[in-house]
């Protein structure tokens, strides 16, 4: 049975036995352990994606320790797989459904990275308020999937114009929607990178920034 956990996000999220369930970041520390245990009651966790960075560091810190702890107590009987935002978001560009210009969460308030996907590089990092100077002097610009539809949004604008990515998960695969496009990606294709332990892979030093 395959499984998912985003911890690269404004809210941890897992999919499991068919059902989405998100964990706010405040309390995320007391809440994570109990609704995994919980959760694998349900329905053993077996095979789990695992989209790991950047993000937030306390999700991604507590996310990979949460799941580890998991793994011990059930004697190894999971197996890991781990795969980045711009490593998703690549396969998304080389198979025409992102543009090269992508803004990624990282867990701040204000700041944001801009990425390059053609060249898979941080371009550098934004503020969320250049989005449009951004837009103006790079063309169209994909927004990174997070819960909070307003976080990327300023004062007086929809809170998703259409450019935010949008994750949707089903028994056999995961499918990424941008602009009113879908793009679905079988598990198989996403489930390379298998790890013994889950390394939070913050991309940036958690004590910057």
């Not at 990979?64 to 795969?83: C, E, H, R, V, Y």
């Not at 060249?119 to 990174?144: F, H, N, T, W």
Request: charged share 30%; net charge negative; hydrophobic share 40%.
């Amino acid at each position: 049975m395959k499984s998912v956990v985003n911890i690269s996000s404004d809210q941890i999220a897992i999919w499991h036995l068919g059902e989405m369930r998100k964990l706010e970041r405040n309390g995320v520390d007391r809440e994570i352990g109990k609704v995994l245990v919980e959760l694998d009651r349900e329905g053993a966790f077996d095979q789990c994606l695992v989209i790991n960075g950047p993000g937030g560091f306390t999700n991604l810190r507590v996310g990979s320790l949460a799941l580890n702890l998991l793994k011990t107590l059930k004697g190894d009987q999971i197996s890991f797989f781990s795969l980045s935002k711009p490593e998703l978001y690549k396969m998304a560009y080389d198979l025409g459904l992102l543009p090269r210009w992508i803004l990624m969460y990282i867990g701040q308030k204000n700041n944001v990275w801009l990425r390059d996907l053609e060249e898979q590089k941080m371009e550098k990092m934004v503020k969320k308020s250049e989005k449009s100077d951004l837009e103006q002097e790079l063309g169209e610009l994909a927004i990174d999937m997070v819960y909070d539809d307003s976080y990327f949004s300023l004062e007086g604008e929809e809170k998703n114009d259409g450019n935010q990515i949008s994750y949707f998960f089903d028994e056999e695969k995961m499918t990424l929607v941008w602009k009113g496009k879908s793009l679905s990606f079988p598990y198989a294709d996403l489930m390379k990178n298998a790890v013994e332990k889950l390394e939070a892979n913050y991309m940036m030093d958690p004590n910057v920034g």
